[in-house]
């Protein structure tokens, strides 16, 4: 009985064994590839064309290797430091979104590797910014700050898409000068915002000037008006104050005239006949002498 019990342990332990390769092995042959990434395999350390998508793969065990490569949106912050056109110093903080494409998931990491944001993204982040800089003097770099930082992604678009990667955001998040440039800057700016000052006060003083001189004008005509009133009244006064209650003679319409006291004399007694008439002439005495 015992040598029967040895017997089957002998026998078990290699099937145990076997069987823990058999699934060691199984597990080997499988890879995951998670969300937002491919798989470049590499043969013996030779890489392949085939890229893996997303999810579960078999692939040979200890012979075939998967590496995953991130396909996802990517983000790196470079400071540079640069000269402008006019030689200041200019120190800038740029924020770049990127993404390695799919397609070239393979060649990127054949050519470059992993660490692909550290051998190529910064420093061609690096000399784009100090070529573009360079085109501008640093008062046109604040000026045209859309301008420039669609120049340095141009010029970066040139040098990274060749290898496979793409822009999604170029951001320069500061621009950053010379404390003495910096004073300067302000100085003009104080001595800009005095000259439009200086500029609005005259446009002011002149509008106030002519209000004045209209307002001269406007009292001047209330009074030639009013004085006008004055004296035509004064004038009606007088006239009928020395009016000796006596009617004109004579009446003209502009054409012709016409002689009023005929027509009063012809009137009928009684009938529009001034209130105090003339008196008659005095009768002439009967001569003394007989016929």
């Not at 890489?47 to 790196?76: W, Y």
């Not at 740029?94 to 590797?113: C, D, H, K, P, T």
């Not at 982040?125 to 669609?150: M, P």
């Not at 170029?170 to 000259?195: P, R």
Request: net charge negative; charged share 25%.
């Amino acid at each position: 009985m015992p040598e029967m019990k040895e017997r089957k342990k002998r026998r078990i332990v290699p099937l145990i064994l076997i069987a823990v390769l058999a699934g060691m092995l199984i597990i080997a042959s499988i890879t995951t590839v998670p969300a937002g990434h491919t798989g470049v395999v590499t043969t013996f350390g030779k890489v392949s064309n085939t890229v893996l998508s997303e999810g579960l793969h078999f692939k040979l065990p200890i012979v075939s290797r998967v590496i995953k490569m991130d396909n996802r949106v990517l983000k790196t912050e470079v400071s540079s430091s640069s000269a402008s056109k006019d030689l200041q110093t200019v120190s800038s903080t740029i924020a770049l979104n990127y993404r390695v494409s799919r397609e070239s998931s393979a060649s990127v990491y054949q050519n470059i590797g992993t660490d692909f944001e550290n051998v190529l993204i910064n420093p061609a982040i690096q000399e784009c910014v100090k070529s573009v800089a360079a085109r501008f003097t640093a008062e046109e770099l604040i000026t045209n700050r859309q301008e420039v930082g669609e120049m340095m992604r141009d010029a970066l678009a040139e040098k990274i898409e060749p290898y496979g990667f793409y822009i999604e955001v170029f951001n320069i998040t500061s621009f950053e000068f010379s404390e003495e440039f910096n004073d300067a800057i302000e100085a003009k700016q104080t001595a800009q915002q005095n000259a439009l000052k200086a500029e609005q006060d005259l446009a002011r003083i002149k509008v106030e000037a002519q209000q004045q001189i209209e307002k001269a004008r406007a009292e001047a005509e209330s009074f030639r008006l009013k004085n006008q009133e004055i004296t035509k009244e004064t004038l009606a006064m007088e006239w009928i104050d020395k009016w000796d209650g006596k009617l004109p003679s004579v009446a003209s319409d502009g054409s012709m005239m016409f002689d009023i006291s005929s027509i009063i004399d012809n009137a009928p007694s009684g009938a529009n006949r001034p209130s105090n008439p003339q008196p008659a002439p005095a009768p002439v005495p009967e001569s003394d002498t007989a016929e």
